[in-house]
């Protein structure tokens, strides 16, 4: 299938960055993208904080998803991890490899979704590199956060006695990449375009991540799926995290797609981008009230337990097996 957004005649490298990508370079340390190097600010007492994701045409998206969410996408995935460890997301690094048929619409339309979410999320692109490739298209972003020394939320420090929460709803991107292979035929539109959205754009946690700074013992990112992220923090602990499978937030548009199935599903499909943590039983309602104000629901959905890595249980506790508990590559 081809596609109009691939169309339009591509500048030189360095006309190419000017246009597109020097006009996102507001930040002063950015120098206009006309230096080799960036210069980043870090307020007194405060950290800085390093994260890089990328993503592969044909791998997180697929070659005919409209340029301008693969970008945002590509933003939104790194934001998500800062957002999980509590961050001010700064700004970010962008290394794009594009082959031949990548035109300037495309890029364009790429570059014109990132500004939107500059915006959004107060962060400015501050350099990066540009280069041609026979592959498939590779968009990496190297992204940049501030927050008080030492108060980094990490995969470790879940406790006994800790109750195991997350945000959103979970599945939901899982459900909609189905939707894109083809599936989801019989659903709504109103449910189909839901799920595709969320799949195209996750929504990173970053208010909610803030205020869990003071109040979560562990923390992490859903990217490859619930169960696995949820394993890793069990694994750096060294304790168990028991999620009960009938407390899982599940959208009722992930509800009509899978029925019954969902709930199992969601636990490990991956892409979500909602925050899964751990916090006290007495951080209850402080959270509660954290939530309220990021304007983002929580759901607790289980509890940590000596022993390590995860289990999913059913109503009476008995282990729910699952064919696998997450997403990875190889
Ligand atoms: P170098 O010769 O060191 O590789 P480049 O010529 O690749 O430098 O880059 C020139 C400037 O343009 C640098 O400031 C770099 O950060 C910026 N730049 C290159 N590609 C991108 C991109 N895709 N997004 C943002 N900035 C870019
Ligand atoms: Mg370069």
Redesign the pocket.
Same mark, same amino acid.
């Given at each position: 299938m081809t596609n109009s957004n691939f169309s339009g005649k591509r500048p030189g490298e360095f006309e190419l960055?000017a246009q597109l990508?020097a006009p996102l370079a507001k930040a002063p340390g950015a120098l206009g !993208?006309? @230096? @080799?190097a960036?210069l980043i600010a870090v307020s007194e007492g405060n950290e800085l904080v390093v994260t890089t994701d990328a993503v592969i045409e044909g791998v997180h998206f697929l070659p005919n998803d409209p340029p301008g969410t693969v970008g945002r996408k590509a933003l939104r995935v790194n934001l998500s991890d800062l957002a999980a460890k509590g961050c001010t997301p700064l700004g970010y690094l !962008?290394? !794009?490899s594009i082959p031949d048929r990548i035109g300037m619409n495309w890029l364009s339309e790429f570059a014109h979704g990132l500004a939107g979410d500059q915006q959004e999320f107060g962060v400015s !692109?501050i $350099? $990066? @590199?540009?280069a041609a490739t026979p592959g498939p298209a590779t968009i990496a972003i190297t992204a940049f956060g501030e927050l008080p020394s030492g108060s980094m939320l990490r995969r470790s420090g879940a406790k006994t006695g800790d109750l195991v929460y997350v945000s959103g709803t979970i599945g939901d991107a899982g459900g909609g990449l189905e939707c894109l292979k083809g599936g989801g035929r019989a659903l709504q539109a109103k449910d189909r375009d839901f799920l595709i959205r969320r799949y195209r754009l996750p929504e990173p946690r970053i208010k909610l991540g803030q205020a869990l700074r003071t109040l979560a013992t562990s923390s992490i990112d859903v990217s490859d799926g619930l169960l696995a992220d949820l394993g890793h923090i069990g694994d750096a602990s060294g304790a168990r995290l028991v999620v009960e499978a009938a407390r899982l937030p599940i959208s009722s548009s992930l509800a009509a797609l899978w029925m019954s199935n969902a709930t199992e599903r969601a636990a490990i499909y991956g892409d979500d981008y909602e925050i899964a943590f751990t916090a006290p039983p007495a951080t209850q309602n402080a959270l509660e009230r954290a939530a309220v104000e990021a304007k983002v629901s929580i759901a607790q959905i289980g509890y940590v337990e000596a022993g390590t890595g995860v289990s999913l249980v059913d109503r009476s506790g008995n282990e729910i097996r699952v064919s696998r508990k997450g997403y990875t590559h190889f």
């Open positions: 960055i990508f !993208l006309k @230096d @080799d960036a !962008l290394v !794009l !692109l $350099g $990066g @590199d540009t």
